[in-house]
């Protein structure tokens, strides 16, 4: 697991994230649609208490997300995310010490969110949408960018590349230029290969494997690939027995450089980073 060339820490609004070891981000989907607990966490109490539970678990940061991104989603007006995010940004900054993220690419979201409390902005489409650049940088929150083609509603429609992995890094690369010309400095970066997102089985599967080729951007890596259909395809297991898929790739993504882990089991998954981190210590 090798991260020297990365900075250590990550500042996150009020707090900071420390990026020399590997961090677990907690998943909270405040969407009736979800792909795999959508409608379970719509009402703020029982958000408030799986975000609770996360943080004990070991969770340093928490992602929450207005917007459905599963492959066929359809799309959610300003209004109605703003709806359902604000709250919640609004009561884990007061209850909980533990950084928010904020899942998604909508500027008034981004925007409110930051004043609310929430210290890093996670975007699957890579702030492309109208005034997103302007409000990241408005922000002076980290982005998250991510990988991804068109739209969740047609992304997997037969996504084709000579190369994925090259496919990636020229896109974040891309992003990352547009980012600089906007106010938003490298130091401000995490970056996520997008698994999930317009690729095939066989373009995840080799993208992970070829990951820390993405080292090379010299950026934090952020690794999302919990409960995903690609686990289903290569196991044969619905969402709801995806859980060793989800830890084997967890733990596989630390040797790959992974800094961040996006998880819904996030117990599990510490158990993962704690036994690695015994390892790694032993002298």
Same mark, same amino acid.
């Given at each position: 697991?090798?991260?020297?060339? $990365?900075?250590?820490?990550?500042?996150?609004?009020?707090?900071?994230?420390?990026?020399?070891?590997?961090?677990?981000?907690?998943?909270?989907?405040?969407?009736?649609?979800?792909?795999?607990?959508?409608?379970?966490?719509?009402?703020?109490?029982?958000?408030?208490?799986?975000?609770?539970? @996360?943080?004990?678990?070991?969770?340093?940061?928490?992602?929450?997300?207005?917007?459905?991104?599963?492959?066929?989603?359809?799309?959610?007006?300003?209004?109605?995310?703003?709806?359902?995010?604000?709250?919640?940004?609004?009561?884990?900054?007061?209850?909980?010490?533990?950084?928010?993220?904020?899942?998604?690419?909508?500027?008034?979201?981004?925007?409110?969110?930051?004043?609310?409390?929430?210290?890093?902005?996670?975007?699957?489409?890579?702030?492309?949408?109208?005034?997103?650049?302007?409000?990241?940088?408005?922000?002076?929150?980290?982005?998250?960018? @991510?990988? @991804?083609?068109?739209?969740?509603?047609?992304?997997?429609?037969?996504?084709?590349?000579?190369?994925?992995?090259?496919?990636?890094?020229?896109?974040?690369?891309?992003?990352?230029?547009?980012?600089?010309?906007?106010?938003?400095?490298?130091?401000?970066?995490?970056?996520?290969?997008?698994?999930?997102?317009?690729?095939?089985?066989? $373009?995840?599967?080799?993208?992970?494997?070829?990951?820390?080729?993405?080292?090379?951007?010299?950026?934090?890596?952020?690794?999302?690939?919990?409960?995903?259909? @690609?686990?289903?395809?290569?196991?044969? $297991?619905?969402?709801?027995?995806?859980?060793?898929?989800?830890?084997?790739?967890?733990?596989?993504?630390?040797?790959?450089?992974?800094?961040?882990?996006?998880? $819904?089991?996030?117990?599990?998954?510490?158990?993962?980073?704690?036994?690695?981190?015994?390892?790694?210590?032993?002298?």
């Amino acid at each position: 697991m090798s991260r020297q060339q $990365h900075p250590s820490r990550l500042p996150c609004g009020s707090r900071l994230l420390d990026l020399s070891r590997p961090q677990v981000m907690g998943i909270l989907n405040v969407t009736p649609d979800s792909f795999s607990d959508g409608g379970r966490f719509t009402a703020r109490d029982a958000a408030l208490r799986h975000a609770e539970q @996360m943080v004990a678990a070991g969770a340093t940061l928490i992602d929450i997300g207005g917007e459905s991104t599963r492959p066929g989603a359809r799309s959610v007006s300003p209004t109605e995310e703003l709806e359902r995010v604000a709250p919640m940004v609004e009561v884990i900054a007061r209850e909980l010490d533990v950084i928010i993220s904020v899942d998604t690419s909508t500027p008034a979201v981004m925007r409110e969110s930051a004043r609310l409390g929430a210290g890093l902005i996670n975007d699957v489409r890579s702030l492309q949408r109208d005034g997103a650049l302007d409000a990241a940088a408005d922000t002076g929150l980290p982005v998250c960018l @991510m990988h @991804m083609r068109g739209e969740p509603g047609n992304m997997q429609d037969n996504p084709q590349y000579p190369d994925i992995v090259s496919e990636v890094r020229e896109f974040l690369v891309e992003r990352m230029a547009a980012c600089a010309t906007a106010g938003i400095p490298a130091e401000r970066i995490v970056l996520d290969p997008g698994f999930g997102f317009a690729k095939t089985l066989e $373009h995840n599967l080799v993208l992970f494997r070829r990951m820390a080729e993405l080292s090379a951007l010299g950026r934090p890596l952020l690794v999302g690939v919990s409960r995903k259909s @690609m686990i289903g395809k290569v196991l044969g $297991h619905e969402v709801g027995g995806r859980l060793y898929g989800s830890l084997a790739l967890a733990a596989l993504a630390l040797t790959k450089g992974a800094h961040i882990l996006r998880v $819904h089991d996030v117990a599990e998954t510490m158990d993962v980073v704690r036994m690695i981190a015994a390892v790694e210590a032993a002298q």
